[in-house]
């Protein structure tokens, strides 16, 4: 693989990786909740998702989704779920906050989501839970692939360049979120940022429907 090709991939993932979805929104929230250190768990296990969906694409089941429309119907309505369940689930806690800011008292999640286990586990389910990620990496995969039997080092050169793109662009978001928190997530500041990430889970399940 040359050079020149690569450096054009490279330019396609940061692209796509820099555009806001469903796995830079998990990482803001996550930041304004938990910190930028525990954030880092949901960046990996977004990075992982991003891995497997890499590898189920080229694995033939990405095919399989573009000519099955039950299956990709499937893939798409639990995927839409999952977001909506997310966006739901934000706007909770955007309540809590309101009534922590009135206690003057900072919201604290539960233990079970604070655990890295847990936090690393929704990074991972949201990176495989759109289904247009599987089509992205069987669209844009042939492009730079060549034809006749699976290249494995250019394969996992490509996918990892992909995967470090996404871990970059979580990181940058959390940066900037983490940096922008003192001063603009206090008080009420919390609930709005939760409310906001909330309704974008919720329009991300609804646009992925379709």
């Known amino acids: 693989m040359t050079f020149a090709l690569w450096l054009t991939f490279l330019g396609v993932a940061l692209a796509a990786s820099f555009s806001p979805g469903p796995g830079v929104l998990l990482a803001i929230s996550t930041t304004t909740t938990l910190g930028a250190r525990r954030t880092a768990f949901s960046s990996a296990g977004n990075a992982v998702g991003v891995f497997l969906v890499a590898c189920v694409a080229v694995s033939g089941v ?118 922008a928190g003192a001063r603009f997530l206090a008080g009420f500041g919390m609930a709005r940022v939760q409310r906001g990430t909330g309704v974008m889970f919720v329009l991300l399940a609804g646009a992925l429907l379709v």
């Open 62 to 179: 990405g095919l399989l989704f573009q000519r099955s429309p039950l299956a990709f119907a499937v893939l798409k309505y639990a995927g839409a779920g999952y977001l909506a369940w997310l966006g739901i689930k934000q706007w909770r806690q955007a309540g809590k906050a309101l009534a922590a800011a009135k206690m003057a008292a900072p919201p604290v999640p539960a233990a079970a989501e604070r655990s890295r286990y847990a936090v690393f586990r929704r990074g991972v389910l949201v990176a495989c839970s759109n289904p247009k990620a599987i089509l992205f990496f069987a669209a844009v995969f042939p492009h730079f692939m060549p034809a006749g039997p699976l290249q494995m080092g250019r394969f996992l050169l490509l996918s990892l360049t992909f995967v470090a793109c996404t871990f970059v662009s979580h990181l940058s978001y959390v940066l900037l979120t983490a940096s």
